[in-house]
């Protein structure tokens, strides 16, 4: 069984409109998430990284985190086709070595 | 930027015989990582490594073996390959718990 369910697993907005993607750990001993984004044919890059609970903003993308119920989720605002892309939530353990466990992935098609 | 190269970027390989995947980072990291991405999969670790000479099974480690001879070279080897192996193969590099990860452009792997 996956260890990170994402959902949904793709999803179509109107350029301007605003994404959300969500993304829940089975395992209790996670501590970090990370959304990394991947466009066609690319490699991953991260775009944002949440440990703590609460709200992070970075432009027009904004992470919320639940530890208790090991839930985040990322909003993008104003939403361009260049957002266009698979979206991959993984989670880790505080450990030196940063073993990441990534969902399916959620894929984000923004219609102009 | 942080540098990841991979070598080499498509390979067709045949089914019974070896293929070794390399990969190179500038970043003086101490963890580097394998993965492969599937449809319907995301991504899924293989081998890691935390410093030159220490390799670590991942979480779909059979069938593959990992070298890494020195801080900036990490090796994915395939000794008997199996057409189930065909996939991209990612290698990342990254330090400490908390700290992103960044992946090379990937290796598209076909067993005939």
């Known amino acids: 069984q996956q260890k990170v369910q994402q959902s949904p697993e793709s999803l179509i907005v109107p350029e301007g409109g605003m994404a959300s993607l969500n993304c829940t750990s089975s395992d209790r001993n996670v501590d970090y998430f990370w959304w990394y984004r991947q466009h066609s044919g690319k490699s991953p890059k991260m775009l944002m990284?949440?440990?703590?609970?609460g709200e992070k903003e970075e432009g027009r993308f904004t992470v919320h985190l639940n530890k208790a119920s090991l839930h985040t989720s990322l909003h993008i605002r104003d939403s361009q086709p260049s957002d266009s892309a698979l979206y991959l939530c993984?989670?880790?353990?505080?450990?030196?070595?940063?073993?990441?466990?990534f969902g399916k992935g959620t894929v984000l098609l923004v219609s102009p | 930027e942080a540098a990841v190269t991979q070598s080499p970027r498509n390979k067709v390989a045949v089914t019974g015989g070896k293929v070794t995947l390399s990969c190179n980072q500038t970043n003086n990291h101490n963890n580097m990582y394998w993965y492969r991405q599937d449809t319907g999969h995301g991504l899924r670790l293989i081998h890691y490594?935390?410093?030159?000479?220490?390799?670590e099974k991942g979480d779909i480690p059979d069938g593959y073996k990992a070298s890494r001879p020195s801080q900036e070279n990490f090796s994915l080897i395939l000794e008997l390959a199996t057409p189930s192996q065909t996939s991209v193969y990612f290698c990342a590099s990254g330090d400490w718990a908390y700290a992103e990860q960044f992946f090379g452009p990937g290796t598209r792997l076909t067993v005939l």
């Open positions: 993984a989670a880790s353990m505080d450990s030196g070595y940063n073993k990441l466990t």
């Open positions: 490594s935390y410093g030159a000479g220490s390799t």
């Open positions: 990284s949440i440990f703590s609970n």
